[in-house]
């Protein structure tokens, strides 16, 4: 929790920052790169969360594998080494992805389905949360066959849970008051 809430302050600062320098695209792109390279790499994960590894050398790792990044970019990974914080930079990515999304009026829902959605349903999703939001919606489909059937939906802060899994705990639940 505590790691998030400091995500979030560094993503909003530089946020800020690349707003202001009239650079957020391409920052964006640089912080997309850096959550898919994190994702990607246990052995990167592993390098940024060692406490054996020494600042420099994470550092200077970090310089190599995101070369061609911009200068705010490389600017986040100093400030991050500096202050100790480096094991947040593929979470401090994420949410700059989500602020900056934000700030352009767009919004991802994800919907968790235990089959994909096809383009039918993902049409009248789409115009269901139309009505929830007046930002441009962007759909993502992930696929958890544990819920069974129905579907999940979370736009935000925001989640309902229509799944059989969940019905059937409600229920089993409602069983075991009685």
Do not use: W
């Not at 990607?40 to 061609?68: C, D, H, W, Y």
């Not at 935000?156 to 089993?172: H, T």
């Amino acid at each position: 929790m505590a790691g998030s809430r400091a995500a979030i302050r560094y993503a909003k600062a530089i946020l800020a920052l690349a707003q202001d320098q009239k650079a957020g695209e391409v920052v964006a792109k640089d912080m997309d790169g850096i959550v898919k390279t994190v994702a990607n790499s246990k052995e990167l994960r592993l390098m940024l969360n060692s406490p054996i590894v020494k600042a420099e050398v994470k550092k200077t790792a970090l310089q190599e594998i995101f070369t061609g990044t911009h200068a705010i970019s490389e600017g986040l990974i100093d400030v991050l080494v500096a202050n100790k914080r480096v094991n947040l930079l593929g979470n401090v990515a994420a949410e700059y992805a989500v602020l900056f999304d934000e700030s352009q009026g767009k919004q991802v829902a994800v919907v968790t389905t235990a089959v994909p959605l096809t383009d039918t349903l993902k049409s009248k999703v789409l115009a269901k949360i139309k009505g929830l939001t007046s930002n441009e919606v962007i759909i993502e489909n992930k696929i958890d066959e544990s819920i069974i059937g129905g579907f999940i939906l979370r736009l935000g802060d925001m989640q309902y849970n229509a799944s059989i899994a969940n019905q059937l705990n409600n229920l089993k639940r409602s069983f075991s008051q009685n």
